[in-house]
């Protein structure tokens, strides 16, 4: 039995491309590229530049994960010189997707969300950094959207519950009800690429449209267990002075007016991540920096 096929079949019944396109596919030596190659084979409105599609577990490219430094420099290269639309990177086993608009930039998770989600029924399942982002930018009514924890079992428990059609988190996972609740980087670019061709906008005229804002995130690495409860005591008696609100939706969310910051432990990795979002870069560097101190300290 074809597999592929039949995952082929079943995502094709979704294209609703509306203007020729061509994409840049970085496959990460996942089985990504093979699924693509055969739902996008015969569909004359999408054409695809391939790179890195020979299935291999020593990921011999640039490693399994597009969110590390460096991971997409080979994909915004190709967009430049092929002229591409938009490129898209798929991590080891297909679950994220990375955009990259047409200029060569990595497009943020949250101009993806957005774009997505303007032509699917709320409400939005998102995880922590990409509701206050969206708290922040003002572009979709807050009572659309729904904040749960980082993590597939919590994002989709939130969908069943509120009976969500989408998700998305920071990281570059989407979830659909379409997937049956599962994260799906090329469910994730089918929409992208229907969307995007039904608008008037290039990815980076989209990009763009947004207000400007800058986000990073940053893990520190214990070297023994962490203490979760010594950690918010640091935090909340370091920024309390300063924060208008403290959210604990995930770990610690410091609402300071202009910026935020989230602190929250992996849940599978001795870290502590900090995500920080502001409207300049310098902010973001800045909360960022004190995070790292006073995890330091403690």
């Known amino acids: 039995m074809d597999y592929f096929k039949i995952y082929a079949d079943f995502l094709k019944k979704f294209l609703n491309v509306q203007q020729p396109l061509f994409a840049a596919l970085d496959a990460f030596n996942g089985a990504g590229g093979i699924a693509a190659k055969a739902v996008f084979a015969d569909y004359p409105l999408v054409q695809l530049a391939i790179i890195n599609d020979l299935p291999d577990g020593n990921f011999p490219a640039h490693g399994p994960n597009p969110l590390l430094a460096g991971a997409l420099k080979e994909l915004c290269q190709k967009v430049v ?104 980087a090329l469910f994730a670019f089918i929409q992208v690429l229907n969307n995007l061709s039904a608008t008037k906008q290039t990815l980076a005229e989209f990009y763009d449209s947004l207000p400007l804002f800058a986000v990073d995130m940053e893990n520190f690495k214990f070297k023994e267990a962490a203490d979760w409860l010594a950690i918010r005591k640091k935090f909340v ?62």
Do not use: C
């Open 237 to 298: 008696n370091h920024f309390s002075s300063r924060t208008k609100d403290i959210a604990e939706r995930d770990g610690l969310t410091f609402e300071f007016g202009e910026s935020w910051l989230n602190v929250r432990l992996s849940n599978n990795e001795p870290l502590l991540r900090f995500t920080a979002g502001a409207k300049t870069s310098s902010v973001v560097n800045k909360l960022l920096k004190e995070s790292r101190q006073l995890a330091a300290s403690l």
């Open 81 to 184: 010189k092929q002229k591409a639309d938009l490129g898209v990177a798929f991590d080891a086993d297909g679950d994220r997707a990375l955009f990259v608009d047409n200029l060569g930039r990595p497009a943020p998770a949250y101009v993806i969300a957005y774009l997505i989600f303007k032509n699917r029924r709320p409400p939005f399942v998102v995880d922590e950094p990409l509701f206050k982002i969206f708290q922040h930018l003002k572009v979709i009514n807050l009572k659309n959207i729904i904040s749960t924890r980082v993590g597939y079992a919590f994002i989709q428990a939130a969908m069943r519950q509120s009976n969500a059609a989408s998700t998305a988190e920071y990281s570059g996972h989407y979830g659909f009800e379409e997937t049956f609740r599962a994260d799906s």
